[in-house]
């Protein structure tokens, strides 16, 4: 059974970022933020395999987990939506009934989306057998997806992003929420390709466990990733975020999100000042998108 794409991947294309870097150096954007106005960058990658599947199974809806502000609940949904399957968020925190739903759940619920709010306490449950044999009599017969869709699927799934990267490329930098779309490029990437992870979290050191869990021995090599660039921890923002986000756009004519992109890419600026790439490198940024977010 075919799934259907919620997005139109020939949208894609990289974008030069002309004076961001010294003459010596190229730095590029891979705009994924392009194929689709809700649907993260990455977040279709991860989805698409878990989608076959659920179709394939015949499952009678898809259910995930995720945060409030989660862009993978709303791929999930718009994905989910255009497949005519049902969704179920099992979504981190007590709903407030005093205050109106936020933009990321108010679009997943026009998605359809069934919204199953837990608290933090439980939410921190969610991997225990008890937890998903309650979830499965309740939803039975549902597909299962991870939080941020961190399984083999979704690993396998972001491969597919490697069509888009330039063969000259030596760099490729991206933002690590789960670690799932680092780990499936790092895999699907020659060995020689250059990987830097930004954690857009306070701690995101343990990203590096992550990783290593995940990706194939041959590939072991090349990557990063680095954690000081989390202006105050995740999803917090800082004057400073916030004006470079501003100057980006004047400069280049496109958003960064505030949350992932736009931490990378400051914390991009402040490497090449610190002289850390060597001359003549092709440095390729992945615009994961997340604009909704801002
Ligand atoms: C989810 C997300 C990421 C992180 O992706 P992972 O595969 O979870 O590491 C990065 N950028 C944006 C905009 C995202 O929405």
Known sequence: ????????????????????????????????????????GNKWYKLKYNLEDALQQKAKGILTFGGAYSNHLIATAAAANANGISSVAIVRGERNNTKALNTVLTQCKDYGMDLH????????????????????????????????????????????????????????????????????????????INMLGFAPMKGGAYLQDVVRQYVLPQKNNNWSIIDRFHFGGFGKSSTELYAFMQAFKQQFGFDLDQVYTAKMMLGLKELLSENVFPMNAKILCIHTGGLTGN
């Open 117 to 192: 709010f837990v608290s933090r306490e439980e939410y921190a449950l969610k991997e225990t057998d008890s937890f998903i044999e309650a979830l499965n009599n309740q939803y039975p017969e549902y597909y299962f997806i991870p939080e941020g869709g961190a399984n083999e699927a979704g690993r396998k799934g972001v491969a597919s992003i490697t069509q888009f990267i330039p063969k000259e490329i030596s760099h490729v930098l991206l933002s690590v929420g789960s670690g799932t779309t680092f780990i499936g490029l790092r895999n699907a990437l020659s060995p020689e």
């Open 1 to 40: 059974m075919a799934i259907i794409k919620p997005v139109d991947e020939s949208t894609i294309f990289v974008q030069e970022l002309h004076g961001f870097a010294s003459a010596k150096q190229s730095v590029y954007m891979l705009r994924l933020d392009k194929m689709h106005p809700i649907i993260s």
